[in-house]
C-alpha cells in the first residue's frame, strides 16, 4: 500500500484557511503528512476562489494538486526520500503552497501568519530546494534544507527553480539529455517573434548548467506575474464549463475571456497567432497549461492575455528521426486539436505573420544551435530544414490551400 494512502486513513486533518492575500476566502480540511485537501468546510469569499473552481468549493482539491510539482517530474521521487516528505503536495504545503504564479495560500488556523511577511514577490526565498530540485550548485545533505521556496509549487515536466538575479525572480529550467535544444529553443522562439515583430512575448535568456565535465543550456525566464497581478492558466478559464455541441474549445476560450472583460480582438489575435509560430516551430506542447491571462488583484478582472511562454518542446527536440516532407503534415499535438496542421482552420487574420518576414529564419535557427549546443551540423541542418519548408506550406495555406487535405493540394 502506498504511504500516502496509509497516511490518509490514519492522521486526521487540520483547520486551514484558503487565502487569497490576507482574505479569508475558505476553510478547508488538509491531511498534514499527504498535504491533500480533504474536503471545504466552508466558503467564505466565493468570488475570491481560485478561477476554474466552483462557488462551493468543488475543484479546490484538484486545483491544489496541479499546483504542486507533478509526479512525472523527472527526479522528484529520489528529492521526496530526501527531504522525507512523502508526497509533491506535502513538499508544498511546508511553505504554505505559496507560489510567484498567484495570490494564494493555506494558512494553519493556529497561526497568525501575513501575506506580506511570507510572499515571495516581496521577501527573499531559499535556493537549497531549488539546487536539489534541479541538481546544480553544491547541496549539503547533512544539513536542514529549507522548504520555504517557490519552487514546490513550478509544475511541468523539466527540472526547474526560481532564482534570483539582479535583484529579480527568474525561473531556470534545466535538461541534461537532448543537447539541452530544450532551452534553445526558447531562444529560437524569441528570435522569431522578434523577426515577426510581436512584442507580447516572454524573453527568454541562456545560461549554462555544468554536469559533470559537459555543459548544458539552461533557460532563464523573467517573472511577469507580480504582487498586483495573478496568472490564471486557460485550463483554470475552461475547466469546469461545459463546451457546447455548437461550438469548439478554441471558440468558447476566447468567449470566457471576453467574459472576463477582454476585447475578443486581443484574445482572439494572440491565439491565432500562437498558432501560426507555434506550426513554422513544430511546437507539440501548446497544452492549456502554456498560455493563459493576467488578472488584476485589486478588482479580480482579467488584465490582458499573458505573453506567450513555454515553447521548449518543439523543433523535434526529442526525436531521432526528423520529418520532412509531407510527414510534417501529420505532427500530434497537446492543444486544441490533436493534429497541428488543423489548428490552421482556426486562423482568420492572415495579417498577423507574413511568412515573407521570415526568410532568413531557418538559418538563424541552424545559427543559434550551433552557438549553445554540441549538436551534430547534419542534425541542425535537418531541423532547420524543417522551419524553411513549413513556411512554404504556410505560404500555401496563405494562398488559399486546404493543406491539412493532402489529397487536395498536390
Known amino acids: 500500500m502506498p504511504d500516502s494512502v496509509k497516511y490518509h486513513n490514519t492522521v486526521k486533518p487540520e483547520l486551514y484557511a484558503l487565502k487569497h492575500k490576507d482574505l479569508d476566502v475558505a476553510v478547508v480540511y488538509v491531511n498534514t503528512v499527504t498535504g491533500m485537501i480533504e474536503y471545504v468546510l466552508e466558503v467564505y469569499l466565493p468570488d475570491h476562489m481560485p478561477v476554474g473552481c466552483l462557488p462551493d468549493g468543488t475543484y479546490i482539491s484538484e486545483?491544489?494538486?496541479e499546483r504542486a510539482i507533478p509526479d512525472s517530474r523527472r527526479g522528484i521521487v529520489q528529492v521526496l526520500n530526501c527531504l522525507h516528505e512523502p508526497t509533491n503536495q506535502s513538499l508544498m504545503l511546508s511553505g504554505y503552497g505559496l507560489s510567484l504564479t498567484d495570490h494564494y495560500w493555506l494558512q494553519p488556523l493556529d497561526?497568525?501568519?501575513?501575506?506580506?511577511?511570507?510572499?515571495?514577490f516581496q521577501n527573499a526565498f531559499s535556493d537549497e530546494l531549488g539546487d536539489l530540485l534541479t541538481e546544480t550548485g553544491e547541496i549539503d545533505y547533512e544539513k536542514n534544507i529549507s522548504r520555504f521556496s517557490p519552487s514546490t509549487s513550478v509544475n511541468?515536466?523539466?527540472?526547474?527553480?526560481?532564482?534570483?538575479?539582479?535583484?529579480?525572480?527568474?525561473?531556470?529550467?534545466?535538461?541534461?539529455?537532448?543537447?539541452?535544444?530544450?532551452?534553445?529553443?526558447?531562444?529560437?522562439?524569441?528570435?522569431?517573434?522578434?523577426?515577426?515583430?510581436?512584442?507580447?512575448?516572454?524573453?527568454?535568456?541562456?545560461?549554462?548548467?555544468?554536469?559533470?565535465?559537459?555543459?548544458?543550456?539552461?533557460?532563464?525566464s523573467p517573472l511577469f506575474t507580480s504582487n498586483e497581478k495573478e496568472l490564471v492558466s486557460a485550463y483554470q478559464l475552461i475547466r469546469s464549463y461545459k463546451i457546447r455541441n455548437d461550438s469548439s474549445s478554441f471558440e468558447t476560450m476566447i468567449e470566457l475571456a471576453v467574459r472576463q472583460g477582454l476585447s475578443e480582438k486581443e484574445v482572439r489575435g494572440q491565439l491565432e497567432y500562437t498558432i501560426l509560430t507555434d506550426f513554422i516551430l513544430s511546437n507539440t506542447d501548446r497544452h492549456f497549461n502554456n498560455f493563459g491571462f493576467l488578472k488584476n488583484f485589486a478588482d479580480g478582472k482579467f488584465i490582458s492575455m499573458a505573453p506567450i511562454f513555454d515553447t521548449g518542446n518543439a523543433l523535434f527536440y526529442n526525436q531521432d528521426i526528423i520529418p520532412t516532407g509531407e510527414n510534417l503534415l501529420n505532427l500530434r499535438v497537446s492543444s486544441f486539436r490533436k493534429r497541428e496542421v488543423d489548428m490552421l482552420q482556426y486562423i482568420g487574420n492572415y495579417g498577423l505573420l507574413?511568412?515573407?518576414?521570415?526568410a532568413g529564419f531557418p538559418d538563424e535557427v541552424f545559427r543559434l544551435l550551433a552557438a549553445n549546443t554540441h549538436m551534430p551540423a547534419e542534425r541542425m541542418e535537418r531541423i532547420a530544414e524543417t522551419t524553411r519548408e513549413k513556411l512554404k506550406y504556410l505560404m500555401m495555406f496563405y494562398n488559399g490551400k486546404k493543406i491539412w487535405k493532402k489529397e487536395k493540394y498536390r
Not at 114 to 119: G, L, P, Q, V
Not at 354 to 358: E, R, S, V
Request: hydrophobic share 35%; proline share 5%; aromatic share 16%.
Open 354 to 358: 507574413d511568412p515573407c518576414m521570415l
Open 63 to 65: 486545483w491544489w494538486k
Open 111 to 120: 497561526k497568525e501568519v501575513y501575506w506580506d511577511k511570507i510572499n515571495y
Open 156 to 220: 511541468g515536466e523539466m527540472k526547474k527553480k526560481w532564482v534570483i538575479q539582479e535583484g529579480r525572480p527568474y525561473l531556470l529550467k534545466v535538461n541534461f539529455s537532448d543537447y539541452g535544444q530544450q532551452a534553445v529553443n526558447e531562444l529560437i522562439a524569441c528570435r522569431l517573434h522578434e523577426m515577426t515583430g510581436w512584442n507580447h512575448y516572454v524573453p527568454y535568456e541562456l545560461d549554462m548548467i555544468k554536469a559533470g565535465e559537459q555543459e548544458f543550456p539552461c533557460s532563464l
